[in-house]
């Protein structure tokens, strides 16, 4: 990736992460740690991998780009408005009432392939789509953004246990590993460790990188598969609520509302970093 390439990611990534701000301003409410967790990792996909395009959202040969990890969903609504999916006034209306964006991920919305909210359900939808795909000898890819909390549930095992054994490499999941989950620490509640190799076991190939670094993301996601004849798995460590200092690395910013105090701290923190 050259040097305006990466800039541009990085603008883009500081973009969403504002905007995702005010959104939780806004509608009083949000899981706003998980969407500034996965700002960098969304703008090198829709930047440089994603074979998708806003001015044909519905076209055959896209690649599908599915969100697990519902509650974080703003971060990619802000990431469609800013790559023109639709217009940027939308954003306003997150979580209002009569407004055009949920709390959750939508399927309504241009751009966005599946509805999640209930952790577990992204997997086995994307593992079906990587099955279509193949039996009807397509060739395009399959993501699938994952959280530890969704890494929790059996059905994402399902899923990952399925894929492996066919060998689906169309399927690539996303781990946004921050190591943080509604309740605390992840460690805590069911310790994922040492989650590369159970995936492995299970058939999968495994790269790990850094989930802030734009060069680390554009490499894990770059020349996939990994394997050919296994899904990918791309591991990615990342910090809750990154760019905002009273908010990484804190559960407590999970979900909740954000005062016009604390916005205009938090807003000035992303500037700085851009």
Known sequence: MNKEEIICCKELANNVRKDCLRMVNRGKSGHIGSMLSIADILSVLYTKILNVSAGEPRKEDRDRFIVSKGHGGAAVFATL???????????????????????HISHHIPGVEFSTGSLGHG??????????????????????????????AGSTWEAIMLAGQHGWDNLVMIVDYNRLQALGKSEDVINLEPLDKKLELFGWAV???????????EQCLSNLPETQGKPTAIIFRTIKGKGVSFMENDFNWHYGGLTDELLEKALKEVEVSS
């Not at 408005?81 to 209002?96: H, I, M, N, R, S």
């Not at 790269?207 to 993301?217: A, Q, V, W, Y």
């Open 81 to 103: 408005a800013e790559k023109g999916y639709f217009p940027l006034e939308w954003l306003k209306t997150y979580y209002l009432d009569n407004g055009k964006l949920s709390g």
């Open 123 to 152: 997997m086995p939808v994307a593992c079906g789509m990587a099955m279509a795909a193949k039996q009807a000898e397509n060739t395009h890819r399959i993501f699938c953004l994952v959280s530890d909390g969704d890494c929790n």
């Open 207 to 217: 790269r790990k990188g850094d989930g802030h670094s734009i060069d680390d993301i």
